[in-house]
């Protein structure tokens, strides 16, 4: 039975490697239930992947296009300054 | 290097039939408010946000002929707007930057006892403390996310390049082993020590500051 339980058991390295690789790659049924056993039991690991994937949500929000629902526009005033920086540039040519 | 680059080497050639159209003198009135609109979001400043749709626009014309036309205008430009945002919080922590970290290159085993014990638990200083906030919450803080593109750019560049392929481009993890030249295995062990590193880095840099 012992045995049986170091086997079934992650170490805190292996619980942190499944927790990284998740988001990458689909978890084996096995190592899914062995993660989910460890992080149970383990108040470090369990703060790890909770932090993994505030980590993993704010670099996909800022890539994201959330900011399409914004009213906010460019100042008229600097608008027609990037125009002119921009024509000047293509004329140069 | 935490560098975006505005292409990809993964995509095939185009066809020049299939080449997407492009005219710099449409771009500030096809797409100037929106990419305003994306600036401010993230630096959340006016003036900062207006320079760098400038910026985007200068260094997209000087690198016109650089862009091969296979993919639209607007994502060419996206993705030169995403580095100058990068760049921009690069700057701010700059000084940061230059005093660090020489651990992250190491080889597998002293790296990983950095943070484990030879039994594979925690070492106690390396433990993960409860930041006691939730994901929605954190994304309101607008400093966390400076902290993590410097946490960010203190790693490799190996994990910078997966993280573009994974985030910005969404390719496969097969994908990104083939783009890499490396096999799964070798991207585990990238992103098992990335992760680490850049929870350790935000924890102490953030958290404690």
């Known amino acids: ?93 | 290097m935490f560098a975006i680059q505005p292409q990809t080497a993964y995509l095939q050639p185009v066809a020049e039939n299939k080449k997407y159209a492009c005219d710099p003198s449409l771009w500030v009135d096809q797409f100037s408010d929106e990419f305003f609109r994306f600036a401010i979001y993230r630096v959340k400043n006016r003036e900062v946000a207006e320079d760098l749709v400038q910026e985007t626009f200068l260094s997209g014309l000087k690198s016109l002929s650089n862009f091969r036309r296979d993919c639209p205008e607007k994502s060419w430009l996206y993705n030169i707007l995403r580095n100058k945002i990068i760049d921009h919080f690069r700057k701010k922590t700059n000084h940061e930057i230059k005093q660090s970290s020489t651990v992250i290159e190491a080889d597998d085993d002293s790296f990983f006892s950095n943070f484990f014990n030879p039994g594979g638990q925690w070492n106690n200083e390396a433990s993960p403390e409860n930041w006691n906030i939730s994901a929605d919450k954190i994304l309101e803080r607008k400093e966390f996310m400076e902290f993590l593109i410097l946490c960010l750019s203190l790693l490799p560049e190996m994990w910078e390049k997966v993280f573009n392929l994974k985030t910005i481009e969404d390719l496969p993890s097969k994908d990104i082993c083939k783009e890499l030249n490396i096999t799964p295995s070798n991207l585990w062990t990238i992103i098992h020590r990335a992760k680490l590193q850049l929870r350790g880095c935000l924890e102490k840099r953030w958290l404690n500051k």
Do not use: G
């Not at chain 1, 989910?36 to 994937?53: A, G, I």
């Not at chain 1, 914004?70 to 125009?83: A, D, F, T």
């Open chain 1, 1 to 93: 039975m012992k045995d049986l339980m170091y086997k079934i058991m992650l170490t805190c390295k292996q619980a942190t490697f499944y927790s990284s690789i998740k988001s990458f790659k689909k978890l084996s049924f096995v190592q899914s239930i062995q993660l989910k056993l460890h992080l149970m039991m383990c108040k470090s690991c369990h703060e790890f992947d909770h932090q993994n994937k505030i980590i993993d949500q704010s670099l996909t929000d800022f890539i994201k296009n959330d900011h399409l629902i914004s009213e906010e526009s460019l100042s008229e005033e600097k608008k027609s300054q990037i125009e002119s920086a921009v024509k000047q540039h293509i004329n140069k040519k």
